[in-house]
């Protein structure tokens, strides 16, 4: 296919897909964002007026059905269109109408509303707002709830037998083989090396293979060539920027606050890059999660082990323990006075790690019980207290202007020379001098409080309390959340890690293990590979090893129609499906084929001055900072996405993403084929590759077909060479033809010009674009 053809089949894809209608977030999602940001304004400011007990105007806010049929003016909300929703015009207060009665909504609560409304108005069918009292459970967990499939202990599970002339690579293939025989499916053959090497590269590395590389694997056709590539990725720099991509993701990291101003948080950066340092040394998974919960108090330890005189790399772990508390002080801060809103911090906090280490969602129980998992208030506000006991790092804010609470990175007892180090500060979390259990919110309302809740381990996963004297009680949630007794760390990390070659998880809905998420297609397979995680010593790169050197991940694309009709989204593996690469990817890719991409870590941001922060909900800050490092260390913010990375599709900085909704639309190759940032990384790999005199003498046929290997990863075909040629002398020609001609002074820059637009057309191509 010649490169103008493949830029209009990406616009007519894309057209395809907007013709279909708007994108809209899937239900288990926009269920969540009503749980989590819209049912707890309507239940604080809204059904006291308009509910069962009370409804004025005729209008009740307690249920969908009556949302939409409205009262006397009409109905409330017309989903998909806020500028119709009269709701939405009631809380601006743009007209007559203006609500709540006791004064405006705070900013970021407008906008929830407004953005729910855009996408739908999605409410749970079987939610009702109604009642004064806390919506508690009213008994113990029944066996029912505990008999739900993630509640069950790790399954021992022995491989099924399978017919012996299937490719068995290893055990993985067993469990595929035995399920698609089942469905009268099979595995397609194994993919090209090509193919392979692509598809693995961009997996572990989140970067494209360089042509030495290809080379070097199609010509190693000895014994364990496939894995010894895999050993040699996982041992690259590169491979912890893209493990790490995915951890952020979940975790919503970001470099501002994204309260009302969005204020930025200038030392969040080393907790992005201890996440990278922690892949690439192959962390223990168990650690890692208590390093992000309680790694001041795990280092705290660590140092009074040490006595008086603690050596150089006992504080650089101390350090580094600390750092990993990042994980609680990126969490989002809200309103104009983040101080008066903590406790939705807390919330954020607490749901985060929810989804992120146990797959379950948590932060609905703030307002009443869970609907649909055994998670109740009292479960909410016994985590609630031990993060009420904890001391964020507090980032600055319209009210407050600065930040302050950032803890030093060696403790002033050890600091003696190290001055220097003892100043290097740490943006996380620690302890508060005085830790207390926590009183319920009646509603979510700070102003209602209800009964003391002790702090102890979700019911669900045993319920212990915490013994005495321990602090905040952090350390024992992190020893809790990594118990091998704990049936959900372990499978909702294998599933992340599965995800991440599959494009999705055995359990599609990463984030969400409970009853609104989906059922394993392969839950022996997940839960074998859940007990291989923890006997390899909970090691990530293990489970990389293991998946990509089965046959399952290493067979082909190819589509066939029977099999997509019993599966058409081949969940239970008869292939492997093409994927569009991510921003990331994207981005990095082009720096990488044109020589301008820069490996070294990234570090602290240009923000503006602290002394200079004066930013307001009217005046956020704002900054986009140019960089040829790996897009991981591009500065992310939460009010707004980077311009590139938006443009496809990049994880919001306000939420948990658990795996990327990728789109194909018009706008994104017309930005491909106009963004200067593409025409520079055209401009540089073409003027490295051309090496024609002034003259103006051709390139050999040999040398375009290594321009396509540099970006495509293969040779060009004969027709591709014509086509490329033909291209480039119609380019030149009519270059020299326009205005623009006047600017062009020789013969080698109207060359470079048309090569450079050519090498334009290749990143645009599906083969760029997406892996196999």
């Not at 050890?414 to 100043?423: D, K, L």
């Not at 909900?617 to 500065?635: D, I, W």
């Amino acid at each position: 296919m010649s490169a103008l053809p493949a830029c209009r089949l990406l616009l007519a894809v894309g057209l395809l897909l907007q013709v279909g209608g708007l994108v809209r977030a899937e239900k288990p999602a926009a269920e969540a964002y009503f749980e989590n940001h819209v049912r707890p304004v309507l239940a604080a400011h809204c059904v006291k007026c308009h509910g069962p007990k009370k409804a004025e105007s005729g209008l009740r806010l307690d249920q969908r059905a009556r949302v939409l049929a409205g009262g006397d003016s009409g109905p409330a909300v017309v989903p998909g269109e806020p500028d119709k929703s009269l709701m939405l015009s009631a809380i601006r207060q743009i007209d007559d109408l203006q609500m709540p009665p006791e004064g405006k909504l705070d900013a970021r609560e407008i906008e929830a509303v407004a953005q729910w409304i855009k996408d739908g108005a999605v409410w749970p069918e079987s939610t009702k707002l109604a009642g004064d009292g806390p919506a508690i459970r009213g008994g113990a967990i029944t066996d029912e709830e505990r008999a739900f499939w993630s509640f069950q202990p790790l399954a021992d599970v022995a491989p099924p037998e399978v017919d012996p002339s299937l490719a068995v690579h290893n055990e993985i293939d067993r469990f595929v083989h035995a399920r698609l025989s089942a469905e009268k499916l099979s595995m397609r053959k194994g993919a090209d090396k090509r193919t392979l090497l692509r598809r693995a590269t961009f997996d572990l590395t989140g970067l494209p293979p360089t042509p030495a590389e290809i080379d070097a694997f199609l010509a190693d056709e000895s014994p364990g060539a496939f894995e010894r590539v895999v050993d040699r990725l996982l041992a690259s720099q590169a491979y912890g920027e893209r493990a790490a991509r995915g951890w952020l993701d979940v975790v919503r990291y970001a470099d501002t606050a994204g309260e009302t101003a969005d204020y930025p948080t200038p030392l969040a950066y080393k907790y992005r890059n201890w996440v990278i340092r922690a892949f690439n040394v192959d962390m223990p998974y168990d650690e890692f999660v208590q390093q992000q919960i309680a790694g001041d108090i795990l280092g705290a330890e660590l140092l009074a082990g040490a006595g008086d005189r603690a050596e150089d790399a006992t504080l650089a772990r101390y350090r580094d323990m600390l750092t990993a508390t990042g994980f609680i002080a990126i969490s989002r801060r809200f309103g104009f006075d983040i101080e008066n809103y903590h406790h939705l911090t807390i919330q954020d906090t607490i749901d985060v790690t929810g989804q992120a280490v146990l797959g379950l969602t948590l932060a609905c129980a703030r307002c009443h019980d869970h609907k649909f998992d055994p998670v109740n208030m009292e479960d909410y506000y016994a985590w609630y207290g031990i993060f009420e006991s904890t001391r964020y790092s507090f980032p600055g804010s319209e009210e407050k202007k600065r930040p302050y609470d950032l803890f030093p990175a060696v403790p002033e007892k050890f600091a003696g020379e190290r001055r220097e180090a003892a100043a290097d500060l740490v943006y996380g979390a620690i302890e508060r001098d005085r830790a207390a259990d926590s009183r319920m919110q009646i509603r979510g309302e700070t102003t209602r409080l209800g009964d003391v809740v002790p702090r102890r381990n979700l019911a669900i996963l045993g319920g212990e309390p915490l013994p005495p004297q321990s602090g905040s009680g952090r350390k024992q949630l992190a020893e809790w959340l990594t118990r091998p007794e704990n049936p959900l760390t372990a499978r909702v990390m294998v599933n992340r890690i599965w995800q991440q070659h599959f494009g999705r998880g055995l359990v599609s809905t990463e984030n969400d293990f409970g009853a609104r998420g989906q059922r394993p297609t392969h839950p022996e397979l997940l839960d074998w590979l859940a007990r291989r995680f923890i006997d390899s010593g909970w090691s990530v790169k293990a489970m990389h090893r293991v998946i990509m050197t089965s046959a399952a991940y290493r067979q082909a694309s190819e589509f066939d129609a029977r099999a997509a009709e019993v599966d058409p989204d081949a969940r239970l593996l008869w292939r492997v499906n093409r994927r569009r690469l991510s921003a990331e990817e994207i981005r990095d890719a082009m720096l990488a084929v044109s020589g301008d991409l820069d490996t070294s870590m990234g570090g602290e941001h240009p923000f503006p001055p602290v002394d200079t922060w004066g930013f307001t909900q009217h005046s956020p800050y704002y900054g986009v900072y140019p960089t040829n490092r790996r897009s991981v260390y591009l500065m992310q913010q939460r009010l707004k996405r980077h311009p590139f990375l938006g443009r496809f599709d990049a994880a919001d900085g306000n939420v948990s993403t658990a795996h990327r909704e990728l789109t194909t639309v018009p706008t994104q190759a017309l930005f491909l084929m106009n963004n200067p940032f593409v025409h520079e990384r055209s401009a540089s790999l073409a003027r490295r590759w051309l090496k024609s005199p002034a003259t103006g003498e051709q390139p050999t046929d040999e040398r375009i077909g290594e321009l396509f290997v540099a970006t495509l990863g293969r040779p060009a075909t004969t027709a591709e060479i014509g086509e490329t040629r033909k291209f480039v002398a119609t380019y030149r020609a009519a270059l020299a033809r326009s205005e623009v001609a006047a600017a062009v002074k020789t013969e080698h820059e109207l060359q470079l010009a048309a090569w450079s637009a050519f090498v334009r057309t290749l990143l645009a191509r599906n083969e760029f674009l997406f892996v196999d």
